[in-house]
């Protein structure tokens, strides 16, 4: 099958509005291009201190699309999308070699050498105080780029769905990442073009959830 295109890409408000969470998938391709352009809009996210702590594997495969869904109760959107982005979190990237990040952000005039030597000391002695909470840091972290991705597809005529429902050692087997302990499944996003359309279910009003300076007194819009 030849790969679809969208040749104008949507604004971000109407891809955030247009946006549904898909279940089922065409087998159609993702031109190579067009998935080069996904992750460069993937990575670009933020991240603290710009340590960029994801592992982001894109399964494409036959056999490990098979395996990933074996490993996710046998959800068969993984099987039908042509390639399932894997967002792993690793905890551990401030306490390694941070010389690549801060040698480019010197080099592209975002940071200046004060910064720089304020980042060697200061994000170590960060990720040492956060304790078990790197681990929470890391996923969130890895859960922003997941975001960036499925707002960057749906603008460029894909479809996503953030999963759950998946074993973390299972899916840690199947990415090659079983003797890592401290890596961490943060989300799977099935990435293709919808086979069926879904409607919007709605969203409650304001008053519900969203507040002003307290949790109880409600933003009016």
């Known amino acids: 099958m030849s790969a679809i295109t969208q040749t104008q890409p949507l604004d971000v408000p109407s891809a955030i509005a247009q946006r549904r969470s898909i279940k089922t998938f065409k087998t159609d391709p993702i031109a ?5 352009q996904l992750v460069e809009l993937t990575v670009a996210a933020p991240s603290s201190f710009n340590i960029q702590d994801w592992q982001i594997i894109l399964v494409q495969d036959e056999a490990q699309k098979a395996a990933l869904s074996a490993a996710s109760f046998n959800q068969q959107q993984i099987v039908q999308a042509p390639v399932t982005f894997v967002f792993a979190a690793d905890p551990t990237v401030g306490e390694k070699d941070l010389t690549p990040i801060l040698e480019q952000g010197f080099q ?15 994000v170590p002695q ?18 922003i ?3 960036h991705l499925v707002l960057a597809a749906e603008s460029l005529g894909l479809s996503t769905c953030f999963m759950n429902g998946w074993i973390e050692e ?14 961490a499944i943060a989300v799977l996003v099935p ?26 007194n409600p933003y009016q819009g």
Do not use: M
């Open 32 to 36: 190579p291009e067009l998935l080069k």
């Open 108 to 122: 592209t005039g975002a940071w200046n050498e004060g910064t720089v030597n304020y980042f060697k000391t200061a």
């Open 126 to 143: 960060f990720q040492s105080t956060l304790g078990d909470k790197r681990r929470e840091y890391a996923i969130k972290d890895a859960i």
């Open 145 to 147: 780029a997941a975001t």
């Open 170 to 183: 299972k899916v840690k087997e199947v990415i090659g990442a079983a003797d890592n302990p401290d890596l």
């Open 191 to 216: 990435v293709g073009y919808a086979a069926e359309p879904r409607l919007n279910p709605g969203r409650l009003p304001f008053s519900y959830n969203v507040s002003v300076d307290r949790i109880g």
